[in-house]
């Protein structure tokens, strides 16, 4: 069924449209609120700004203008205009959802030890039910439906015992920033409004987490989170985050995802 569903977004009245079945969730918050491991440093909100080491960000960013499907694209936040079609951009983030460290050139012990390092908890790039390490480039076009909806990583079992990181490879600024709802992740199930995982089509794409479309408080109340380039948004994999409409007319973002399991 369509639905057609009011947000805010920095107290803006922001909505947009889905198709799934919705319903009230049920019993308590996913998030063992009492026992997390991750709470005692992500605190009440849930999540955390922090530094990067020096030059980390920007080699990031040359790691992903080096990626063989961009090849040719040198000013990355200008992929809007150098993609060709739709489907070319379907083609690219089929590719860019799905990548390991290795493809990236990027070394996956210096990043776990360095956030395992921040939270205070073991944790392993690996993901045991996918046995690998997945890091998502996120390619979002201006003015597109190139985001997610609104969403807990949690609410699938095999990204419930991890760490999320957020890192800004380009264009990311507060008309582009992922928004996030701080606090989220003590809410109850039962309080939220949803589909079921694999239930929710958002701009034609399908999405495997459950799309939440309000709270029995009301509309849900999203903030863009204020995090930049050379720095990375560390969260909860229960706070509720996504719907990063990319407000911006001339600038696509790109961010990168890290996801760590906690090792106990
Ligand atoms: O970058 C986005 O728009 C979505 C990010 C997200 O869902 C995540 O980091 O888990
Ligand atoms: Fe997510």
Redesign the pocket.
């Known amino acids: 069924m369509n639905q057609h569903i009011e947000t805010l977004i920095d107290g803006r009245p922001f909505s947009w449209d889905v198709k799934g079945e919705f319903s009230w969730g049920s019993g308590g918050p996913l998030c063992q609120v009492e026992q997390d491991p991750l709470l005692p440093v992500l605190g009440s909100e849930g999540y955390r700004v922090i530094d990067l080491p020096p030059g980390t960000a920007d080699r990031i960013k040359r790691s992903a203008r080096a990626l063989p499907y961009l090849d040719g694209l040198t000013e990355l936040e200008q992929y809007h205009a150098w993609v060709t079609s739709e489907a070319d951009h379907i083609e690219i983030i089929k590719i860019s959802r799905d990548l390991r460290f290795s493809q990236l050139g990027l070394d996956p012990k210096e990043f776990t030890q360095y956030f395992a390092d921040l939270v205070g908890v073991k944790l392993s790039p690996i993901l045991p039910i996918l046995d690998k390490d997945v890091v998502?480039l996120?390619i979002?076009r201006p003015g597109s439906t190139d985001?997610?909806p609104p969403?807990r990583?949690g609410s699938l079992p095999h990204l419930a015992p991890t760490l999320?990181v957020?890192i800004p490879v380009v264009g990311v600024d507060e008309t582009t920033s992922?928004p996030i709802l701080p606090g989220s992740h003590a809410i109850a199930e039962a309080d939220c409004w949803q589909t079921q995982p694999g239930g929710a089509v958002l701009g034609g794409n399908p999405y495997r987490v459950p799309a939440i479309g309000r709270l029995r408080s009301g509309p849900l109340e999203m903030v863009r989170a204020p995090v930049r380039f050379g720095q990375a948004l560390i969260f909860t994999p229960y706070l509720i985050?996504?719907l990063?409409f990319n407000k911006s007319d001339t600038k696509t973002r790109m961010?990168l995802?890290m996801r760590f399991q906690i090792v106990r």
């Open positions: 998502q996120r979002n985001y997610n969403h990583d999320n957020w992922l985050h996504g990063a961010a995802e």
